[in-house]
């Protein structure tokens, strides 16, 4: 009986640790496509519409940048509808609204070099 209860309990151990693992990899799925022809260094995202802008999303990165054609990992991003600020290596600003953001597929969200309308210096 002993033994029975302890196998059910590692079998509950593992499960719950391949469900935290499982959890884990789905949020290190998510990425940003870096599809601007530029590198940059900062990309923060706000529910469309606000200024609450999130983290540095390139803080994610070794090299703290989104260079060009790179996909870089999110934190702290769930699926929906979002105002996303770029900041490019030259020091350019940019904001790009209503972006959908994903949670499944080989990236989440991309910006291409023509949705770079609303840029200052």
Request: proline fraction near 2%; include cysteine; charged fraction near 30%.
């Amino acid at each position: 009986m002993r033994s029975t209860m302890a196998a059910c309990f590692m079998i509950m151990a593992l499960t719950g640790t391949a469900l935290a693992d499982d959890d884990d990899e789905k949020k290190s799925k998510m990425k940003f496509w870096n599809l601007t022809g530029v590198d940059l260094t900062e990309i923060s995202l706000a529910p469309a519409g606000t200024d609450k802008f999130g983290d540095n999303q390139t803080k994610n990165d070794d090299n703290n940048q989104a260079e060009a054609d790179e996909r870089l990992p999110l934190t702290d991003v769930t699926a929906g509808t979002y105002d996303v600020r770029i900041k490019d290596k030259d020091g350019r600003t940019c904001l790009v609204k209503n972006v959908e953001v994903k949670d499944s597929g080989p990236y989440s969200f991309s910006i291409e070099a023509d949705q770079l309308t609303d840029c200052k210096t």
